[in-house]
């Protein structure tokens, strides 16, 4: 029975594709000179920040990013939770601990908290600021779990990417698939659950929790 549940942020609580996107395609620009489409930054989605600077082979990547992250936050409208996210964390708040795992930069995680109210509900925030290793790396999720003070059997990461699923396989805990924000599902056929809406989720763990 689990005593925690842990979710990744972007594309799992938060709809922040187009916040996230946009901007690159504005650094693909000023960087590589390049007009890419919205598909084609699409396979970056899944991608932690600095494994996209990665992939782009641009210079200076830190220094890069951190012009990325500024255009995030600049992004019109910002954040938004996905539909029934807030009912979500609200029916768990008295049942689990929750937490948070994520490659944001603790910046953008604290913006987001004020724009959303997200960070009221949860007792751990480990973002890309707090650990040298990342997601898939199992660091991020193991430092989580020892400061929630319980044990892997007793934890449940909840993510849309394969970087989280294989996050999870590296940690050794349980996995649930967030269907209704993740773009692409191969290689997650042996996740432990998969929820399409934020509902379906609350009423699974609820149930096994009576």
Known sequence: MYKAIIYDID????????????????????ELGEKWTFDDVLKFASYPGMKVMEELQVKEPEIVYARWVKYVLEYPGGAQPFEGVNELLETMAPHFKQAVVSSKTRQQY?????????G??????IMMDDTVHHKPHPEPLLACIEK??????????IGDTYSDFLATQNAGID???A????????G???????????????????????
């Open 120 to 125: 009221r509900y949860m007792e751990v925030s």
């Open 179 to 186: 269907k209704w924000g993740c773009l692409k599902d191969e």
């Open 188 to 210: 997650m056929e042996e996740s432990k659950y998969k929820f399409n809406t934020p509902l379906e989720l609350v009423k699974e763990l609820i149930n096994e929790k009576k």
């Open 11 to 30: 594309g799992t609580l938060l709809n922040t594709l187009d916040m996230n996107m946009y901007p690159l395609l504005q650094i693909i620009e000023e």
């Open 148 to 157: 929630l003070g319980v044990n892997k059997e007793e934890v449940l990461y």
């Open 175 to 177: 996995f649930a698939l």
């Open 110 to 118: 604290s913006i987001e908290c004020q724009q959303t109210g997200i």
